[in-house]
């Protein structure tokens, strides 16, 4: 009768329980890699501008460098308004011929078409890949979130500068605003839709 | 041996020395054997349930048009199906071989850490009753995919905190039972038993316990996440609050690529004890195969974006992910060619563990053939979520990993019961799955190839023949199932008494125990030579 098995004997129980602790240890880490996987894309994304974040400067700032009137970029302005959010938004419909380092303001207009106040945020993007890191923004409605009572409309101005160092390949660029609904509640947002559709939602 | 033979005579003697009478023996158990055989029934009990969900899903693809299900119900089933199959089916079932084998081939007594072995195996019963429960909640079970992306998965209706709390019960089980299998192989071999000698289904199961713990808390991480972003006000994945949801799948992808390993590595070394013992030859090369799979491993960790191929990469971000997809065919290839120089020149005979390890090979090359065009960027552009992309993974998983768990029970069935199964019922199991899963699933890479997405419940009428086509292998196949559950039934209750070695050709540890294999094992350490 051979009832002692060698994992009962006391140092192999614990070396077992050594072994096991420290793979344990592995799998917080893992765990704890998964988040730090969110500033590390931020980064990223960052440098190599592929989310199109676009920067922010001061006034003052962003009229230090020279202007250089010999260079003339083309932005185009695209507006687009997330699913489930019941917002008409227009940019600019003709492309602005702009010179590095001057202040431009664009002017971007936003009705809530709904029967509710909604509060939305807009999510700047510039494109191409090595345009964004030279795009950056002096105001824009895109910094804080917008409230739009019911029918309402607001003209949202931005004001932006490319800085002179846009590599010269970049003729054209593409400044594009998504909005989406700030504190999207499912439930009032189906109800809305059901009352202006005349519908009938499961919401 | 003695205390082994003679087990019986003493029953009552110590709680130790056989199971416990009555169904609280499966309650309590720690015993590795119990424990892998609870695991490998559950595994073919969700098998059988994800099979329903995807009969389901080919009898609305039978013909084009809705029939049987309204479309958010399809995306229910085709969710729920993977999920199932991925988390219930595949992974319990090669953990139950793991269990069941391990210390069998090393010559240890048991696992290394019983109590939490029990505790491993009996969370799975209650994260699948909860995400089984979803189906009956307001708005039904997850529908977005098993990929669970935002913003889709955050839109549904109530599942989403059940399915989420299934998934880090799973996966905290999968954790644990890995955590388990490294420390019994790397602290409970016989003496004798080097790294180098250990048998390659031990060395597959090594680095699946490794990728597991690396890979399974980044998922539950990203879960975690999707949850805060849900209802706790996070904005990990939501534009508006400054999050994106391009970074949900870049952290899915970083688990879900190692994932697909995870279900594949044991079943290679499964194939890799199959195949040796039917050509009566040492597997050729070795230790190339333990290097194979070790690189398999590294690569996977690093290949996880050509999922993602079409979400808008730099140029140098899409060549470096297919360049490293692509350098994984070399390890791949390194295991084929070994298998197929393991069978050359050996004495062959083709009982149905080694048709399985045969169609195996042919089959899971196949998948990975499909795979390498898919890890081409430019053709990916095409083929992605389509129903090409369909087609590849299920040559890699069906034919693959469950062709490979198939290949295992034949094999160790006569170790684990003592009785020979039926050698022609087990024919007719291998022929008509092979068949049945070819016209299953070849046809859907013609399907893809023309450009019918997945995860639609009705198509263009141009899909409508190959769509019939696959439906009828899928029945086929779905149906001889059955069959297998009744020879494994058959053998568990009688059949020829199979000797110690079972094979002609049998080589390893577990062959030097009487069949079936005694409740307790290798209390004192077997001499390794
Ligand atoms: C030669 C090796 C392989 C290569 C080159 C490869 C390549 C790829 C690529 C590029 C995709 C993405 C296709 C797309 O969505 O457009 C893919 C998808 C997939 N592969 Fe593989 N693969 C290989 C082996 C495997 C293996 C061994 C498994 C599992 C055992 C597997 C399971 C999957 C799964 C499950 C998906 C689809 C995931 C989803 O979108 O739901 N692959 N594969
Ligand atoms: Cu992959």
Redesign the interface.
Known sequence: ???????AAPS?AR???R??FR??V???A??????A??PL?EIV?DI?G??GRTGVVSEAAATTGGVDSTRVVKVQFVATV?SGLRWAFEGPQEPLEIHPGKVYEANFSASNLSRRPVV??A?PSVTP?GAAAHFNKIECFCFTRQRLEPGETRIMPVRFVVNEEIPRRIGTLTLAY?F???EPD?RSAARDDAASHGTRT?G | MSAATTHDAHHDDHHHHGPDPGVLRWVFTTNHKDIGTLYLVFSFLMLLLGGVLALGIRAELWSPGLQFVDPDFFNQLTTMHALIMVFGAIMPATVGFANWMIPMMIGAPDMALPRMNNWSFWLLPFAFALLLATFFMEGGAPAAGWTLYPPLVLQGGANLPFAIFAIHLMGISSVMGSINIIVTILNMRAPGMTLLKMPLFVWTWLITAFLLVAAMPVFAGAVTMLLTDKFFGTSFFSAAGGGDPVLFQHIFWFFGHPEVYIMILPSFGIVSQVLPTFSRKPLFGYESMVYATASIAFLSFIVWAHHMFTVGMPLAGELFFMYTTMLIAVPTGVKVFNWAATMWRGSLTFETPMLYAIAFVILFTIGGFSGLMLAIVPSDFQYHDTYFVVAHFHYVLVTGALFGIFAGVFYWLPKWTGNMYDERLGKWHFWLSTIFVNILFFPQHFLGLAGMPRRIPDYAVQFADWNMVSSIGGFGFGLTQLLFAWIVLKCCRGGKQATSEVWDGSDGLEWTLPSPAPYHTFETPPAVR
Do not use: P
């Open positions: 009768m051979v009832s002692t098995a060698r994992s192999a070396a077992n329980r072994l096991a793979l344990l592995v799998t917080a893992m765990f704890g890699f998964g988040y996987l969110v894309y994304c190599t592929i989310g997330n939305a945020q999510v890949v998504t989406f609904e700030a499912a499961n």
